[in-house]
């Protein structure tokens, strides 16, 4: 039976892009946001938190012309435009921001389940603290896997031979991108008073890619 030849078949469920930002454009936005949450008028100006479901300190937009400037829009334009031609063989022509945003989350706090608008969505991450904490003495002899900080992907439900989720524990410049409606949360973390800042977009494509049902 040692010369069977076997595949494992993957292709049920929303892909997910994995890329890494140029450390270029990570000092841009980080720089960006450390100048922007010094201006009390700006942030206020900026404030995202009132549309997002998180409780964490602090949620603004980035704005348009940063976007630009800074190279972010052309680096999240051409790893979706990479990732639809691999998925479905297809050039992508359009590419329109919604939104883009950054999230400085702190100890204890998170984001619960939720999903985006657009078409393409993604996250990824700015700074993380060098510890997320772990799990009590209790918990550890339990041998249980300590999701501090990390960013949770779902898809589903957990079924035999197919699990509904994903955990991404966080590193500075990786960045994630998935469908619009894949639902997702950040779990708290613990003892550390350091901040766990992570990007976020909201973005359209061209709507006969997007549209697999050919409706108009």
């Known amino acids: 039976m040692s010369d069977i030849k076997f595949t494992v078949i993957r292709n049920f469920g929303p892909s997910v892009f994995k890329a890494q930002i140029p450390n270029e454009i990570v000092n841009k936005l980080n720089k960006y946001v450390d100048t922007t949450i010094e201006d009390k008028n700006k942030t206020s100006q900026l404030d ?15 704005e348009p012309e940063f976007i630009k400037s800074s190279g972010w829009l052309n680096f999240l334009a051409t790893c979706s435009k990479k990732w639809i031609e691999i998925e479905t063989s297809k050039v992508m022509t359009k590419f329109n921001i919604e939104s883009s945003w950054v999230v400085r989350q702190f100890e204890n706090e998170y984001n619960p389940t939720h999903w985006h608008s657009g078409h393409i969505s993604g996250a990824g ?13 209790k918990l550890k002899s339990k041998n249980m896997n300590y999701r501090g900080g990390q960013l949770q992907l779902i898809h589903g439900s957990k079924m035999f031979l197919s699990p509904s989720t ?5 590193k500075v410049g990786e960045m994630y991108f998935f469908p619009n409606y894949m639902m997702h949360c950040v ?18 494509v061209d709507d006969d890619i997007y549209n697999v049902y050919g409706q108009k």
């Open 187 to 204: 779990f708290p973390f613990k003892n550390s008073n350091e901040e766990r800042r992570s990007i976020s977009f909201n973005a359209t």
């Open 48 to 62: 995202h938190g009132k549309n997002l479901v998180g409780d964490v300190t602090q949620e603004f937009h980035l």
């Open 166 to 170: 994903i955990n991404i524990e966080p």
């Open 125 to 137: 991450f700015l700074k993380v603290p060098s510890s997320l904490g772990s799990h009590t003495q």
